[in-house]
């Protein structure tokens, strides 16, 4: 059974950084795409970044330049690097492996996420 722990949220000031980070069990890991998806109050789950077994990355519109997502096949973890933070990337924050475009259609359970607050 896959195991989803995301980790690495926290308060922070609008500009400053964080990173998250995402340990997948129970997987083949390094052959499976991952995603990183983020969900605020009153609001959809959304896509934030994805990263392919071969490392090819994608991202939203609302955090390309800002996000950098990475991985780890050595310790079966999935990076989301977040700097000049907005009030905006306020949400929790989900990892998965995503199927298909909807972020709402995954192949494992969800984990209980990451809190990141980005304050004024």
């Known amino acids: 059974q896959v195991q989803l722990v995301e980790s690495g949220g926290g308060l922070v000031q609008a500009g400053g950084s964080l990173r998250l980070s995402c340990v997948v069990s129970g997987s083949n890991f390094r052959f499976i795409p991952v995603a990183w998806y983020r969900q605020a109050p009153g609001n959809q789950r959304e896509l934030v970044a994805g990263?392919?077994?071969?490392?090819?990355?994608n991202y939203a519109d609302s955090v390309k330049g800002r996000f950098a997502i990475s991985r780890d096949n050595n310790e079966n973890t999935v990076y989301l690097t977040m700097n000049s933070l907005k009030l905006e990337d306020t949400a929790v924050y989900y990892c998965?492996?995503?199927?298909?475009?909807?972020?709402?259609?995954?192949?494992?359970?969800w984990g209980q996420g990451t809190l990141v607050t980005v304050s004024s």
């Open positions: 990263i392919s077994g071969a490392g090819s990355t």
């Open positions: 998965n492996r995503p199927r298909g475009p909807s972020p709402d259609n995954a192949f494992y359970a």
